[in-house]
């Protein structure tokens, strides 16, 4: 039986040109700066995210926390969404390390922040408060289902937060997602704000790795913190050959995953006991309810993996598939088939 497996875009293996370059990849020390292939896919990020410089890091957790750690100190306050990948899913890593004060916002179902709320929530000078450093966005924004924030938004924030001395970090563990759904070139996506990170493990199917892109400046003190936080890895231009094979030729494609998407969301919101927000399907990522009360989702999941589908359980009665590399449109015919046959015993 073959597995059709949407739980995450991480789990995409590594395409044969990316082995390849992985196998013939020119190595040397980078904690010393001396690996020709880590330097130049640093130079390709920074170029394609219209920064000065860029870091390579071991993860997108490393990234945020990198960027955080950079941008505040002990006791500066960061204003993040409530559903933020850096608040739920980082194991509170700026606070625990960083001693730095997470001030959550109500993300829109959107994966906006309100402008509004962001205005209200920074603090004015005074010794009972912590200071406000950072405003942090999520484009895409994966617990709001792949929501692609917009150009015009970005630009808001950025403008807002300049406004009153703040910087931005952009979590873009996706952003050429949204880049794509869109029809822009990243830069306009990244240009508003102060430091960016994008992961090449998740729908650009590398291996390992994300870029943490900004300043000069910037990235000459995050690279003395992704040393302290042991991040500094030597002959890892074996990882970063991947990378530069993604970004040159898995941006484009990411159209076929949002189209994939589109289609398994439209299927699964014509199966009794499925409910889905065709509105908030965007990009790779699907969310969906389940109506019936006849079945826990745990059951749902566990009899569609019985049948080869894998797809994951995301709290109250939601699931989330995502589409990626190795997922064809005959995989998502075949997804939907065998929910149909799933639910059809259920309900
Ligand atoms: C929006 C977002 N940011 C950051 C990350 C963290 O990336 P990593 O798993 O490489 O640490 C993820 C991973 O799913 C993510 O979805």
């Known amino acids: 039986m073959r597995e059709i497996d949407l739980r995450s875009d991480t789990v995409t293996l590594p395409t044969p040109a990316m082995r390849e370059a992985m196998y013939r990849a020119v190595l040397g020390d980078d904690v010393f700066g001396e690996d020709p292939t880590v330097n130049r896919l640093e130079a390709m990020a920074a170029e394609r995210m219209g920064k000065e410089a860029a870091l390579f890091v071991v993860s997108g957790t490393m990234g945020n926390l990198t960027a955080l750690l950079t941008h505040c100190q002990r006791g500066h306050e960061a204003i993040m969404g409530d559903k933020a990948h850096t608040f739920l899913f980082e194991a509170g890593g700026s606070a625990a390390l960083g001693s730095i004060h997470p001030r959550t916002l109500p993300n829109q179902p959107d994966g906006t922040l309100c402008l509004e709320e962001i205005e209200a929530a920074i603090r004015p000078e005074n010794p009972h408060h ?12 994966n617990r709001c289902g792949g929501a692609v924030l917009t ?31 869109l029809g822009v070139d990243v830069r306009d996506l990244t240009r508003p704000v102060d430091s960016v990170q994008f992961c090449l493990s998740k729908g650009l199917s590398a291996p390992v790795g994300s870029l943490l892109c900004g300043s000069q400046d910037f990235i000459v003190e995050a690279r003395r913190w992704r040393k302290m ?5 030597r002959q890892a231009g074996v990882l970063a050959a991947a990378g530069i094979e993604a970004l040159d030729n898995m941006v484009d494609r990411l159209a076929d995953d949002h189209a994939n998407a589109r289609r398994l969301a439209e299927g699964l919101a014509n199966i009794p006991g499925f409910a889905v927000d065709l509105a908030s399907v965007q990009t790779n990522i699907v969310i969906w309810d389940l109506t019936t009360e006849q079945v826990s989702p745990q059951e749902v999941v566990k009899r569609l993996g019985a049948k080869g589908v894998k797809v994951l359980t995301i709290g109250g009665r939601q699931f989330r598939a995502v589409t990626h590399y190795g997922i064809e449109t005959s995989d998502i015919e075949e997804t939907l088939a065998v929910a149909r046959r799933v639910m059809e015993k259920l309900v």
């Not at 936080?229 to 890895?233: E, I, N, Q, T, V």
């Open 229 to 233: 936080l042991g991040g500094g890895m």
């Open 151 to 181: 150009t015009e938004y970005t630009a808001s924030v950025g403008e807002l937060a300049h406004r009153h001395g703040l910087a931005v970090h952009l979590d873009g563990a996706r952003v050429f997602n949204a880049a794509v759904a």
């Open 130 to 141: 912590p200071r406000t450093r950072l405003v942090c966005l999520e484009n895409t924004h």
